[in-house]
């Protein structure tokens, strides 16, 4: 049986969204796809695609690019964050 | 580009859960496949995997099974339907 969370969600999307409303977290791709178990290159083409959305921007920090939440993506991950809570 | 509802979210079980806690609706499987707008065979599977989580309970009522959430089921479909909202 699939776990709750697998039930509703792709998680990778979710998750990732989820940590860039951590602040403590250095917010660059390798640290992400760390923190949410999963491929640098996918962590990237996730990462892309939420900025594609505008739930996501990036700045250049030398050779890093450093991501943080718009506004709206923002609201999102508060959101997803409270039903990977209740779905665990 | 899919929608920003699909990047995150299976929609079809988002949304049976949070159609069952519109209770001004007819909680049965044909009912449901047609608001959601699938086939009563995926709707009536993923009922029967939303009861498996004990997240829907049914009970017969004559030839009909009337479906309705557990307290667990309606708290993330709050949750759901917020998120459905954000991601319009």
Redesign the interface.
Request: hydrophobic share 30%; with cysteine; proline share 2%.
């Given at each position: 049986?699939k776990n709750?969370e697998d039930?509703?969600?792709?998680s990778k999307?979710?998750k990732i969204?989820v940590q860039l409303n951590n602040p403590t977290k250095e917010n660059y791709a390798s640290k992400i796809a760390k923190n949410v178990d999963c491929t640098y290159s996918h962590a990237v083409r996730t990462i892309q695609?939420?900025e594609?959305?505008d739930?996501i921007e990036s700045e250049k920090k030398g050779r890093k690019k450093e991501l943080k939440l718009t506004d709206?993506g923002r609201?999102?991950a508060e959101?997803?964050s409270?039903?990977l809570h209740?779905?665990r």
């Amino acid at each position: 049986m699939k776990n709750k969370e697998d039930l509703f969600l792709h998680s990778k999307p979710a998750k990732i969204l989820v940590q860039l409303n951590n602040p403590t977290k250095e917010n660059y791709a390798s640290k992400i796809a760390k923190n949410v178990d999963c491929t640098y290159s996918h962590a990237v083409r996730t990462i892309q695609n939420l900025e594609d959305y505008d739930l996501i921007e990036s700045e250049k920090k030398g050779r890093k690019k450093e991501l943080k939440l718009t506004d709206e993506g923002r609201e999102i991950a508060e959101t997803l964050s409270e039903l990977l809570h209740q779905l665990r």
